[in-house]
């Protein structure tokens, strides 16, 4: 079993940006689907960002345009690159792992079996 450490974060005024990591050793083989999800307080996940063992890309339509995904095979590392950040940004986000078959695509936010240890963002108006 692999493992997903987190860092990044922090907060920042609105329009600011900031970049989340993600050690995912373990998990970066074509067989697992990497994502990260959100929580804000009395809301539920969501999932933000996902890439699949083929680096095809989903975004929520509420961060598309302003956040990125990527990975570094080479790093076992998985990024999430935030631009033009928002107050509705604000939330814990975590990174995830999950295997998929071929051709599946990523599950939803909270189908995904292992997880970060999850880390806050807050974004100021």
């Known amino acids: 079993q692999g493992q997903l450490m987190q860092s990044g974060g922090g907060s920042v005024q609105a329009g600011g940006s900031l970049t989340l990591s993600c050690a995912s050793s373990g998990y970066m083989d074509r067989s697992y689907c990497l994502g990260w999800s959100r929580q804000a307080p009395g809301k539920e996940r969501e999932e933000v960002a996902a890439?699949?063992?083929?680096?095809?890309?989903i975004y929520a339509d509420s961060v598309k345009g302003r956040f990125t995904i990527s990975k570094d095979n080479a790093k076992n590392t998985l990024a999430l690159q935030m631009n033009n950040l928002k107050p509705e940004d604000t939330a814990m986000y975590y990174c995830a792992a999950d295997s998929i078959p071929a051709g599946r695509a990523c599950p939803a936010a909270d189908e995904f079996a292992y997880w970060g240890q999850g880390t806050q963002v807050t974004v100021s108006s």
């Open positions: 890439i699949d063992g083929d680096g095809k890309i």
